[in-house]
């Protein structure tokens, strides 16, 4: 066989290689494509997973932390409420111990005015259990008013009538029938008053 033949031979033999080795790297390539999209796949599913357990628990610490803020809610709204009912039933303590032993004296002069004898004595216990009253009102914020000879004030007074007179001038309290009284400067009770006017003989 001469150097012409073999070539052909060579030729003719390699040809069907090479379409061979073409066709089996196809293959080859596309078992491997089809090989990496179902690990594609998984990985883009393991992603999701931790995403949504990641969404899961954010969502429940959330619900936590919204529970404990209502629950504290709840105890600070059930605190005011035990707070302001203690207010109501002793808001006036203070007042009262001061009023206890204005009690106290005039306790003691009762029992003292079954067997005294001395009404000087008596007068003189009762004017300080009044100053001893007197004291506890003023130190909680009450005022007196006792508005005799002062000009009327309807803003203060109640004129329970009008008497005629020549001591006292007309439009000015002639006397008190009730003192009235304030409590920080704002009117709980006004003065029951007797308004003098002139005289007829004037």
């Known amino acids: 066989m001469g ?20 066709a089996v790297a196809e293959e ?6 089809n090989d990496q999209e ?5 990985d883009e599913e393991a992603k999701l997973q931790v995403a949504l357990d990641s969404a899961l628990s954010a969502a ?12 504290e809610l709840e105890n600070v709204r059930k605190r005011a409420e035990k707070d302001v009912e203690a207010a109501h039933k002793f808001g006036i303590e203070k007042f009262i111990n001061e009023l206890l032993p204005v009690k106290d004296s005039m306790d003691l002069g009762f029992d003292a005015a079954n067997t005294a004898t ?6 003189e216990g009762m004017s300080l ?18 508005p005799a000879g002062e000009s009327f004030d309807p803003e203060f007074h109640q004129a329970m ?3 005629e007179s020549v001591e006292v001038e007309a439009g000015k309290v002639l006397r008190v029938m009730q003192k009235g009284y304030l409590l920080n400067d704002r009117l709980i009770r006004p003065a029951m008053v007797v308004v003098a006017k002139k005289s007829a003989e004037e």
Do not use: I
Not at 28 to 33: H, M, R, T, V
Not at 38 to 42: C, G, H, Q, R, V
Not at 60 to 71: N, V
Not at 135 to 143: F, N, P, Y
């Open 161 to 163: 009538m009008m008497e």
């Open 3 to 22: 150097e012409d033949e073999q070539k052909d031979v060579v030729s003719a033999g390699a040809e069907p290689d090479s379409e061979t080795n073409e």
């Open 60 to 71: 429940e610490k959330h619900k936590d932390e919204a529970l404990r803020a209502m629950a």
């Open 129 to 146: 259990t009044l100053k001893m009253f007197e004291s506890a009102l003023e130190k909680r914020g009450v005022q007196e008013l006792n």
């Open 38 to 42: 179902p690990d594609l796949a998984l």
């Open 28 to 33: 080859a390539e596309l078992d491997q494509s």
């Open 118 to 123: 001395d009404v000087d004595s008596l007068k």
